[in-house]
Structure formats: C-alpha cells, structure tokens
C-alpha cells in the first residue's frame, strides 16, 4: 500500500527509472529538484549517480508503506525476547573471552527470519488460537521490530564490566538489586538523551547512519513481492553462499591468505619489512601493500561497500600520513622507541631492552586501596608507552576534538536544533511557568509538506503516532536519579556533582559524535577525553574514575546505538511506539542477563581473569584493559600526560584539535573551488589512530573495494549499483559473519575446546607470523593462537 501522502517519485518496478535528484543549495540552503531522463533495464540512457544522502534513501529503499502490517505478534514476542536472551548471553561471555565474537545486524536478519518464516510454517493457523499464534505470512514489521530488539539487547553495558572490574581488583561486592539497576541506568540515560535528539539526528535525510542501508535493504526485499525482489535476494544468496564457503579458508584452512605480503615472503629475515609491510597478526606492521582475503580484515573498520566515499578518501590521507609518522617516531628513538615493541597498547617498564620487552606491573605502585602511592611510584619508576601507542593517544585526543570544531563550522546549522534539549534549563529560573503536568506537554508534528522537506521516509511515519518527547525526557531524568543512587550504593567514590558533570558531558558530546557517525559513517572513541576530565576532577581515584567514564562515555555510545536503531525503525516505516517498545524491551533483557552471567563468570574464573596471559578459552584482557585505562588516568595521568611530562602533548592534543579544522574552513571561505570543505581532520586522524595497533593486512582491498563500488560502479554503473550494490554488502557481511561465528566455537575455543588446524606453508603458526614476515625476536617465539585481527564489519 503505498503511503497516503502520495507517490515518493520513485518507479518501485524499476527503480532506476523516472529519478528525481534532490540537491542540496549551498546558498539557499533549500532543496531543489533536478530531473534525470529515463532509462530502462536495457539501459537505454544510463542515469546520473546518487550524489546525495537524500538520492540513496529513496531509491536504495522503499518509501512505500502498508500501515496494516503489525508488529504485535506472538512471535514477534517469542523471537524477540528468545534471541535477545541468547544475544545478551553471548555478547557479556565475549567480554571474557580472548576470541572477538560480534553479533552483527545482518547475521540477526537472516537467523530471526529462518526462525519467523519457520514458526509461519509449523504453527496452526485456524481457529481462535490460529489466529493469535499465527495471523498469516511472517511480515517485515514484526521482523524488524525482533531486529531492534536484539539489537538493544546484544549491545554490552560497560557499567557490568565495571562491576567485573570492582569484584576482581578491588575485591567490592555490589548487592544484585543495585548492580541491576546501576546497570539499567547507564543504558537508559543514552537511550533518553538519544530520544530528545531526534529531531535533529534521525528525522533529516542528511542524517543516513549508511550502516543501516544493507540491514534495510535486505528486511526490505525478504518480505517484498518476489516478481519485485529475486533479482536482488539472488545476488544476496550468492554473495552469502560464497563468503561462507570462502571465510573458512582465510580463518582457519589457509591462514597465509588473510596477509600476503610480496615483500615479507622475498625478505623474511628483515625486521624493518616486516615493520613497514606486515600485518596479518595483531601488532605486527602496517600492512603497507599487503593484500588480504579475509573479509573480516578488509571490512574491519567499515565495509567499504557502504562507508561513503568521502570517509573513504580522508581515511585513506589518514593512513598515508600515518605510515611516515609512525616509522619515523620508531626508527629516530623517539621516547626510547627502540627498547620497546614497534607496535603494541601496552605499557612497558623502562628495564625493557631492544631485546627483551618487559611489561610494566603496575600492581607494584598501588596501595592497599589500590590507589597510586607516589613512594612506591618512584621506586617502581614510570612506566613507557611505544611510541606507536604515544602517537596513537595523542593523534585520537586531536581528533576527538577536531570533530568538534569540524561539525560546529561546517554543520552547524543542521545541529543547532539539538541544543534546545537544554531549553528546560531556562525555566529553573521562572517558576511561574513551571507546569508539572509533563503528560500533557504536546510535540508538534510537520505538515506532510513539511516532512517531506526532511525526509521522504519521515514522511511516511507521520502515518503513525509519535512517541511523546516527555517519554524519553522522563526516561533520562529518571534514569539519572537512579544511576545517581546506585553509584553512591556501589561504592564509587564519585562525587554527586561529578556525576552531574558525566551526564552533562555526555549529552552534548552526543551532538556533534552521534552527526559524525550519522553523516560520514564512521565513528570516534570519545572514551579518552572523559577520562582525562575525570582525571583531573577526581585526581587519585582510579574506582571512581571508571565510574566517571561510565557515565560520560557509556551512555554516549548507547546514545549512538540507539540513535542507529531508531533511524533504522523509520526506514523501515516501523511505528515509533513499536520501536521504542523493543528497544526498552531488549535493553533490559541485555542488561539482566550481562549481570547473570558476569556474577557467574567472575565467580567461577576468578583466577584465569587476573592471570597475565589467561587461557586459550577465558581471558580478562577487556576487564584488565579496563582498569588499567581507569589507573593510567584516574592514577597516573599528572605524571604521564600534564605539561611537561613525557608524553605531555596526549593531553595538549586537546588544544590542537579544536584548530586543526580551522586553516581548511578559513580557505574555502576564499578558495571555494579547491573544495577543502571535503577533508575531514577528524576522519582523517581517527583512522591514523588505528594504524597504530591491530591488524592492517586489508587495508589495501578496503580502499580498492571501497573505490570500486563507492566511485566506479556508483558511477558508471549507476543502475547496478542502485539495485544490487548494499543487498550484496548484506549478503557478503551475513555470509562472513555466520561462518565466523561457527569456527569460533567449534575451533577457535569459544566452546571450550581449540582444534588447530595442522600445519603446513599454508598455516605457518609453528614458526612464525603468518604472512612469513620476520617476527621480532624480542618478542619470543611461542606459537600463535588465532588470529587477533578479526574484527567484525560494520563497527556496530
């Protein structure tokens, strides 16, 4: 049925027919139209490619809708709530486990629509019970609806990783109704403040979370008309088909195809080639022109078949200004460079030598309340970072900050709206105009005139009842009461005003880092900035440090992950009470089940979660990871990273990258033709940060792939790419993602039991890395587990 509003413009038989550009006027700032002329399937007159956030988001995807589908079903309720548990299971053992597993949207797509299309199938239709277990065909809106909902779910709180971290180092045992809660609150205060935002980071076409086109498209097209849809979930099947049969072999056969370096296998005994060239285990090189099969590599900060080719490129400038940078700093013995490993996050003591690397034991500076005691500081000494690692801290604090500026003089109309959230803040002045009555407060809504302008899609759900903004405000106020007592309960040691500030933090940081990611798809870990504030605020206070962080940092990234889903909702034309249903719905299932399992896990494996190096199956690095970041910052940070300290420009990287924007917008005010508003200084820092740890094998395939689909085929093959391009992204991804997750626990010890692959030229764990670059003798010569650079696609 198509939306009441009338026809979208858009040929739903042939969508590459009868298109209409919508563009956008820099200096009217309206949209104008521009018409394409008309081409069939025998491709009489190839049309002009999507240039605009708004092109993709009406011809990708469909803006008809059937308002009768409904999302209330019984196995809506019964998919939904069982594999929201299974995702929280999984997600919070992940935390304890040396393997990666991440459950990847798509992978949900294609699990929850084999479960709901067979539950179709074997569930009686007739009679009364029929008709409420079984109302007809498994639809989109209740598929969508289980999508969220898991999604919600599988997101991991890092409030529970700090209740693991207080149980384990601190030895402070929180009571369960307030773990739950303090919990809960973390989770809910991101998904308030997200909902506030909605007016300015979900209604607009400009906001495309790109991240969503190939889950949309593939919900989209498995419950179209098949006469409208085989094409396209033929190219689906394909591509799933054959990155399942293939991902096996980079994974697990053949593990010399996840990194073939050229100049690695012609000089295997040289450690600056493999410094500069290597990359197929974690930490190895940089992975200059080394070439990768492995899906999981290549697409491991993004698939390059939906990032935009603009974060494409400024990543690209990113990773080329980084490789001389890096070489640089090591071979000149920048901060003693040389005694420590080329690449690694690690701290390291300055007993390290350039053969032998020893890592610093901070345990040794801590007092019985665990907090630093400077005798024992100085006795220890202070510990080194690589100068990778100092690069990388310092290269991210800039472009945490650039992304700031860059989104305050470059958008800074598309994001003033959002600042109205603190509105209320006026009237504590002006109790006159108090008005209590928060469930009268009334949203007003766009004319269907009106929402077209910001969004077909948005639109289309003018067709349903809005969630009243006074919801998500009461869910955030409510939210932050809560957390507020369960910090102080759970022995934070954070003080009340310094919670207020976290929440504050996080809620204007979510502006401008929720657009980021929205408009260039690519996103930045504020993680850094909030703790060094807490550092500073609460200086000595490693616990309440972790707390700070928490709150500043963790509701902004449920903030971003909600935001995701909400935008995905209206793509999907999914009623926004629906939506918010499954999202509170999921949330809370993630968040008791996290805490289950946490309890259970740290009980259990206490002793494998403190050792250094743990097992092939349990492992504490997150947790451990996660103290010692709390430690360096809420302990060390004056000694480290203050004026004058050896790494003093981490922090005054800050400073830098509220400019380093600036000279790039000053010149195209004068010299608009040079089209500097293109270069992204946060885009470009934030992937110059990731070259300084992890695998880098599939860079090269990341931007060859990315180039041929986001500039060729978008161009010359502008029809294919509309039709095909992001249905065949879900497939590769879906693909990728089920065989991963299959090896995961049947070989790589998920499930409890490793089973190696034997040996031969093409698994050379035995002797050494597996691209048969030279591995650094300093680091010993122990056999490798798998492979630590699978991530997963998609940064979801």
């Keep these: 049925m198509a939306s009441k ?51 993709l988001v009406t011809e990708v995807l469909s803006v008809e809708d059937d308002p009768t589908l409904s999302p209330w079903t019984f196995r809506m309720w019964f998919v939904g709530v069982g594999v929201s548990v299974f995702a929280g299971t999984i997600t919070t053992i992940n935390t304890f486990k040396p393997q990666s597993i991440h459950i990847h949207l798509v992978f949900v797509a294609v699990i929850t629509y084999i479960l709901g299309t067979a539950m179709a199938v074997v569930l009686p239709s007739k009679g009364k019970l029929g008709r409420i277990l079984n109302p007809g065909p498994f639809n989109k809106k209740e598929h969508s609806a289980i999508c969220i909902m898991v999604a919600a779910s599988a997101a991991t709180p890092e409030a529970m990783q700090v209740l693991a971290v207080q149980r384990l180092f601190y030895n402070i045992e929180v009571k369960p109704p307030v773990a ?19 007016p300015t980071l979900i209604y607009p076409s400009k906001m495309l979370y790109p991240t969503n086109l190939p889950t949309a498209s593939l919900l989209e097209n498995l419950h179209r008309d098949r006469k409208n849809s085989t094409s396209k979930m ?28 050229i100049f690695c296998l012609s000089m295997r005994k040289n450690l600056l080639v493999t410094n500069l060239f290597g990359g197929s285990m974690a930490n190895e090189g940089l992975g200059f ?79 019985s309340r665990h907090e630093v005691d400077h005798d024992l ?20 604090n800039m472009a945490i900050t650039a992304a700031i500026s860059h989104m305050i003089l470059w958008h800074h109309n598309d994001l003033k709206s959002a600042l109205e959230i603190f509105s209320p803040l006026k009237l504590i002045f002006k109790p006159k105009q108090w008005n209590f009555k928060f469930w009268t407060w009334k949203t007003e809504r766009p004319t269907p005139e009106e929402a077209e302008e910001i969004c077909p899609h948005y639109r289309v759900m003018l067709n349903y009842d809005e969630v009243p903004s006074w919801w998500f405000g009461g869910l955030w106020v ?36 929720a657009a980021l990611t929205a408009m260039f798809g690519t996103t930045l870990n504020v993680q850094p900035l909030i703790q060094m504030i807490g550092a500073y605020l609460l200086p000595g206070r490693p616990v309440a440090n972790l707390y700070f962080a928490t709150f500043g940092y963790n509701s902004l990234y449920q903030a971003k992950n909600m935001l995701k889903d909400l935008k995905l909702g209206q793509y999907l034309h999914l009623a926004p009470k629906a939506t918010f249903t499954c999202q509170i719905i999921g949330t809370v299932i993630g968040c008791v089940m996290s805490y289950i399992m946490m309890m259970q896990i740290t009980e259990e494996k206490r002793d494998i979660l403190l050792a250094i190096q743990g097992t092939n199956v349990w492992s504490g690095q997150l947790v451990q990871s996660q103290n010692s970041a709390a430690m360096t910052w809420g302990g060390l940070a004056k000694y480290l990273y203050s004026w004058g300290a050896r790494y003093q420009y981490v922090s005054f990287a800050f400073v830098i990258g509220i400019f380093a924007p600036v000279p790039f ?30 695998t880098h094998s599939g860079i090269l395939f990341h931007f060859v792939s990315g180039f041929i689909s986001q500039f060729w085929l978008r161009k010359y093959k502008t029809n294919w790419f509309i039709k095909y391009n992001y249905i065949m992204s879900a497939g590769i991804d879906g693909g990728a993602q089920v065989i991963n ?25 035995e002797k050494g890395n597996y691209d048969y670059c030279l591995r650094d003798p300093a680091l010993g010569s122990g056999k490798h587990k798998k492979k630590g650079g699978g991530k997963s696609s998609g940064g979801e």
């Design 665 to 694: 917008w000053v010149a195209h005010q004068f010299l608009p033709k040079l089209r500097l508003d293109y270069w992204n200084t946060a885009i470009i820092g934030g992937y110059m940060y990731h070259l300084t740890q992890g």
């Design 180 to 198: 739950i809660f303090l919990i809960l609150s973390t989770q809910m205060l991101g998904y308030g403040v997200a909902g506030l935002l909605r």
């Design 5 to 55: 509003f009338g026809d979208s413009g858009i040929n739903e038989k042939h969508p590459e027919a009868d298109r209409t550009e919508y563009v956008e006027d820099s200096k009217r700032g309206a949209l104008t139209t521009v018409e394409y002329a008309s081409s069939d399937e025998e491709g009489q007159e190839a049309p002009k490619p999507p240039t605009t956030a708004r092109d």
């Design 289 to 367: 022109l080394s070439m990768s099969f492995d899906w999981s590599m290549i697409s491991s900060h993004g698939n390059p078949l939906w990032l935009p080719f603009q974060t494409l490129m400024n990543t690209m400038v990113g990773y080329l200004i980084a490789i001389p940078l890096i070489m640089g700093l090591y071979y000149s013995n920048t901060w003693d460079a040389n005694k420590f490993p080329f690449l690694s996050p690690n701290m390291y003591s300055h007993k390290s030598t350039a053969q032998k690397y020893k890592v610093y034991n901070q345990t040794r500076i801590l007092n």
């Design 234 to 261: 033929r190219v689906f099947y394909i591509a799933f088909s054959v990155l399942f049969l293939w991902q096996a072999f980079p994974q697990y056969i053949m593990p010399l195809l996840a990194g073939v370096s």
């Design 478 to 513: 409510l939210s932050a009461a809560i957390g507020l007592l369960c910090s102080q309960l759970a022995g934070s040691t954070l003080e009340i005003w310094a919670f207020f500030v976290a929440v504050f933090l996080s809620a204007t940081l979510l502006i401008f880092f």
């Design 741 to 765: 997750f299959i090896l995961t626990f049947a070989v790589f010890g998920a499930g409890g039991k490793v089973v190696p692959f034997p040996p031969y030229w093409g698994n050379n764990h």
């Design 377 to 396: 500081l100085m006795k220890e000494g202070l510990p080194y970072l690589t100068a990778a690692g100092a690069l990388g801290k310092t290269i991210m």
